[in-house]
């Protein structure tokens, strides 16, 4: 049993670098197996198809949003307001480290799949919630340093498209001006609701 969780995480681990480097649809069986180093077998005997696969990297990214992403990106920031600006600076180097032709991984599958499964859509559906869920509770932590009647859902959501927009506008021009332009319009209505509440 270990060594079969080991071959999957293998294969999944194998996968989902694919996937973001090469889109899913580029990416084919045989590349899974070369860059997992399993055979054609132990990848059958984990998932029974190509789909499967991507189901299983859905699941691990949206199981490990705080271990792969949310605590590296808040590692000694304190401020709830600050944290929502330390993980749009941490998308902001992936993009500068790729030199803009980095693409979130999710939204990037999203884009992708004109019409996915439900099982697939719902998966890349549960990706964005948890991340909104997130913000969201940075929102709710700030307190009364945003206006009572701020729908904090709706700005955790608005601060999603702003990063998928910005990624999205740096990969297409290679130029991380574009996601910096977005985050610095974003900064400046946080910067706009925080002084109505202090006025």
């Known amino acids: 049993m270990n060594a079969r969780r080991d071959t999957r995480t293998t294969i999944v681990l194998a996968a ?3 996937f973001w480097e090469k889109g ?10 070369s860059r997992s180093q399993v055979n054609s077998g132990s990848l059958y005997h984990c998932f029974p198809g190509k789909q499967d696969v991507l189901i299983a990297v859905l699941e691990m990214y949206r199981d ?7 605590a590296p990106a808040w590692a000694g920031v304190a401020d709830p307001v600050e944290r929502v600006f330390a993980l749009l600076a941490r998308y902001r180097r992936m993009i500068v480290d790729t030199e803009c032709t980095y693409g979130c991984p999710i939204g990037s599958i ?3 799949l004109h019409e996915p499964d439900p099982p697939v859509r719902e998966l890349l559906a549960a990706n964005f919630t948890g991340w909104v869920d997130a913000i969201e509770r940075c929102l709710a932590e700030a307190g009364d340093r945003l206006p009572p009647a701020t729908d904090r859902r709706a700005l955790a959501e608005f601060v999603l498209t ?4 910005g990624v999205m506008q740096a990969r297409t021009h290679r130029d991380v001006g574009y996601f910096d332009r977005t985050i610095a319009q974003l900064r400046a209505y946080f910067d706009m609701l925080m002084e109505r509440e202090t006025a």
Do not use: F, H, Q, R
């Not at 580029?26 to 899974?32: G, N, W």
């Not at 490990?64 to 949310?70: A, N, Q, S, T, V």
């Open 16 to 18: 989902m670098e694919l």
């Open 24 to 33: 899913y649809a580029s990416t084919s069986v045989a590349d899974i197996l």
């Open 64 to 70: 490990g949003i705080g271990e792969m992403l949310l």
């Open 110 to 112: 999203a884009l992708e």
């Open 162 to 165: 702003a990063m998928e927009g």
